[in-house]
């Protein structure tokens, strides 16, 4: 069975180098846990620059080609909040969405958390070529730890929270992660955002529990759906918008 963390992911990010021609794939990193065999292969076709691939368990997660989905998720999350000084990114990937966030110049602090450790090191030491660059900015901190366990120890607030750890309630990692949907996990969320801040949650497909969950803490709540088109296949993604009231 494909592993569930990519069933998502798939459709949004399409296939490399539809356009038929020859690529070259080449395993480049390999690291294994409890949670599995997380893999990094580089495509090379000769027509524009490398590709990098990311795969859990065999299966595609996403790659350095498409990148819309990521990209889009932190800037609807930061068109929402008024002031974004204070940011956490749950799941660092490939970096993309932690990367548009530090685009925004009103972000003073970003902090990533990634339970793969394998994944921060890639990005570190260059496997992943634009890693070093992405981490080494200062603003960045990387807490390599489940999300579940950094949102509940934090001791500060913050005015966005960014959740991409899996691709929505249908498609989790870890059967774990079905806490991350409930109402208890979006209660400490909404705890340690500052007035007028946000969380936003990037799903593969509608959720109606994840949304009545969400409203059962903050009330009001955005289903956004966001249609694109890869490599000339429509497709649409969910985005899910809350937040803390200013008073």
């Known amino acids: 069975m494909p592993h569930p963390y990519a069933a998502g992911r798939q459709c949004f990010h399409g296939r490399m180098h539809s356009h038929g021609d020859p690529t070259e794939i080449v395993e480049i ?42 990209i889009e998720l932190a800037a609807v999350a930061l068109d929402v909040v008024p ?10 990937g490939l970096g ?22 394998s994944l921060v090191g890639w990005m570190r030491d260059g496997t992943v070529p634009h890693g070093p660059a992405l981490l080494a900015d200062q603003r960045v901190r990387i807490v390599n730890a ?9 001791r500060s607030t913050y005015d ?7 691709n929505g309630p249908g498609y989790l990692v870890h059967e774990g992660n079905v806490r991350l949907y409930e109402q208890g996990f979006l209660a400490q969320c909404h705890d340690l955002l500052n007035p007028e ?3 936003v949650i990037w799903s593969a497909a509608a959720s109606p529990e994840l949304l009545a969950a969400m409203q059962a803490v903050f009330g009001e709540v955005e289903q956004q759906s966001h249609d694109v088109l890869l490599q000339g296949r429509p497709e649409t993604y969910y985005l899910y918008v809350a937040r803390r009231a200013a008073g």
């Open 29 to 70: 990193a390999r690291a294994e846990s409890e949670r599995g065999e997380v893999v990094l292969r580089r495509h090379t076709s000769g027509v524009g620059a490398d590709v990098i691939e990311l795969r859990v368990n065999g299966v595609f997660v996403m790659d350095t080609l498409e990148t819309g989905t990521e």
């Open 160 to 166: 966005l929270i960014l959740l991409d750890v899996d």
């Open 146 to 154: 489940d999300i579940l366990m950094a949102i509940a120890e934090a």
């Open 96 to 117: 993309f969405t932690t990367q548009r966030v530090l685009a925004d110049t009103r972000v003073e602090r970003v902090m990533v958390v990634e339970i793969e450790d």
């Open 197 to 199: 801040g946000a969380l």
């Open 83 to 92: 002031d974004p000084r204070d940011v956490v990114v749950g799941g660092l």
